[in-house]
């Protein structure tokens, strides 16, 4: 058996694994929610509900879709005389097509749609985020198969199990001077989110979203507690725009300056070498590929391909919504 086999066969063997112990979900029962309140009127129909199905499982497909229905929105009865689970796609849909409450009127009245955005987002707040982000650090990736896929990566990043950066999100938030939101990628205010993806592109966990102009990079670096969220044996990637602020970092925590890889930074005068020149180029180019992550979810989710601007009162909404 070859070297690339034998890595195959492993890596085979621990998503085998992840499946069995996280994916469980798609082999059980449907969920039965005890309703909350019993309605004297019927089941209303959703209006339009077969473009609403259609657009949701073109564009997320059906494990995805079944995973939030049974999993995540299925927790408990939400108000409204209409199925629950087509509340649900509802949810997904306005996501998916970043929808207004009064363009969502299209399929139920706007006051019924409204009850359920808040029941779903607002009123489970704490509790979903924290479910989320439970699910998200442990169902698409473990230190095991971040060490073996990273044996892939090329030859100088061989170490490199996870990849950050901020992410820009054209909002408007109600309350918050325009300055501090002010994005120089937009030009506009904006929320900024650091993102942390392994080398298969899958998102592990996210920092609370704060606004632009307040919050570089390595700012939100540094209160993002990562020894809660990585590995010992992790070694994450980042671009010059971290680098001054690694040291505080690792002050304090469990980590090190071996859990960071980063691009050489450029003493002052003093210009790099042709190798570190080479080697920046390099890094750049591998550090890109989160890039793609952040593309890819702005063409599934029209909330966050920043064509529009999301409006919100409230960013802790906002964070459970992205």
């Known amino acids: ?36 309140k019993f309605h004297r009127t019927e089941i209303k129909v959703v209006n339009d509900i077969e473009h609403v ?24 009865d939400y108000p409204g005389p209409y199925c629950n689970c087509e509340k649900g796609l509802l949810i997904l849909y306005q996501l998916i097509k970043n929808c207004s409450v009064e363009q969502m009127s299209r399929f139920i009245p706007r006051s019924s749609f409204y009850d359920i955005y808040r029941s779903f987002y ?3 707040s704490p509790n979903l985020d924290k479910r989320l982000s439970m699910l998200l650090a442990s169902m698409f990736s473990n230190i095991q ?41 937009f030009k506009k205010s904006g929320l900024r989110t650091q993102v942390c993806t392994d080398n298969n592109g899958m998102i592990l966990f996210m920092s609370k979203s704060a606004p632009c102009g307040d919050s570089t990079d390595g700012i939100m670096l540094t209160k993002m507690r990562l020894e809660k969220h990585i ?12 680098t001054q602020h690694i040291n505080k970092v690792v002050e304090g925590s469990d980590l090190d300056l071996g859990n960071f890889c980063h691009p050489v930074r450029k003493s002052k005068g003093i210009e790099l070498s042709s190798d570190e020149v080479k080697y920046n180029k390099l890094f750049g180019s591998f550090r890109s590929r989160i890039e793609s992550v952040f593309g890819e979810l702005g063409s599934t989710f029209e909330r966050f ?12 909404t906002f964070n459970i919504g992205g």
């Open 305 to 316: 391909n920043n064509r529009s601007v999301i409006r919100t009162c409230n960013s802790e």
């Open 1 to 36: 058996m070859t070297q690339s086999q034998d890595l195959n066969k492993s890596l085979l063997q621990e998503f085998n694994k992840l499946m069995h112990d996280q994916w469980s979900f798609l082999f059980e029962q449907w969920p039965e929610i005890p309703k909350s």
């Open 231 to 242: 590995h010992k044996l992790d070694c994450v990637g980042l671009d010059g725009g971290y």
């Open 122 to 124: 607002t009123k489970q």
């Open 145 to 185: 198969i971040r060490i073996l896929t990273a044996q892939q990566n090329p030859s100088m990043f061989k170490h490199v199990t996870l990849l950050l950066d901020g992410h820009d999100t054209r909002v408007n938030q109600t309350g918050v001077d325009a300055a501090k939101m002010y994005s120089y990628k």
């Open 53 to 76: 199905k259609e657009t949701v499982l073109q564009r997320l497909g059906h494990i995805p879709v079944f995973f939030f229905l049974s999993v995540i929105f299925a927790t408990q």
